[in-house]
């Protein structure tokens, strides 16, 4: 009777889980006003969707979605298309992309965020990416913030294209130590050419690094650079950096060459006052010495002149 009772309650807490998650997922078939085929392709692209498609098959491994007006990527629908390896979102309304978003998707190569609302992308948005190959993230006109993090788990990363976005500064802190990354588009933002991203502006001079668009990316700032190509401002920033690091050791070598002078005077006058002193000194005792013979001599005289003279 007990093991009977055990077994209800589990039951009925298999049905209320059942009732709390949205099962649409497990279902077998093909979203409405989508096109699915036989290669586990689901094309959903230009339907005026509002909200992410639901029934999509499970071993679904191309998902196209773009030019609708979805604002949200649902992590718990994406988290049950684990074989996805092909994710086109662009054009679309989002705004924001949590870290969750893409939690389970860790054999996605491609994905396609260009043409949304981004504002910001955060340090975990694209960890769980371990196989990402190529990301597209263009045209987010209010993109204005990569976190240096941000492509931290991304090691197979090929190609990454962050062209049209608002960008001023870009950290490459991490992109400079991924293994494969050969091909990196930067054009369109209205980049920073001071100290803070003269790394960037560096490494798109380096030789052996493919920049496709390096003649379209151009600095915004500061006002003496602005116009000028991003890859042929590293010498010049150099040379308008570089004299206020010479000043400073200059400054410094001031310094030092100065306290050394001042030490050199003092001892110098520590000397000569030591000799001056010690000169005294000896004057002195050959004063008295000489004092003394001379009184001795004298009395000596004396002496031997009464002698004689008795």
Known sequence: ?????????????????????????????????????????????????????????????KLIISNNRLVELPPLMLFYLSDLVHLDCSNNSLTWISDATFGNLRKLAYLDISFNNLIRIESRTFLPLVSLVMLRMTDNYGLSMIHPLAFKGNENLQLLD???????????????????????????????CGCENEELCIWANKEGFRFPDKEQAFCRSPPSMQEQRIDQVSLQMRSIHKPGLTFGYLFLIFCSMAQISVTMLLVTHFVMELSNCCHNLYSEDCDDDSSDGSNQDNGDFNSLLSVKSS
């Not at 889980?17 to 692209?45: E, K, M, S, Y």
């Open 162 to 192: 962050v062209s049209q976005n608002n960008l001023t500064v870009l950290d490459i802190s991490i992109l400079s130590n991924l293994p494969d990354l050969c091909y990196i588009a930067i054009s369109g933002n209205p980049w920073n």
């Open 1 to 61: 009777m007990r093991l009977v009772q055990q077994r209800s309650v589990q039951y009925l807490r298999f049905i209320i889980i059942l009732n709390l998650i949205d099962v649409t997922p497990f279902t077998v078939g093909c979203p409405d006003r989508c096109v699915c085929n036989d290669h586990l392709v689901v094309q959903c692209a230009e339907q005026n969707l509002t909200v992410f498609p639901s029934n999509i098959p499970l071993l679904t491994r």
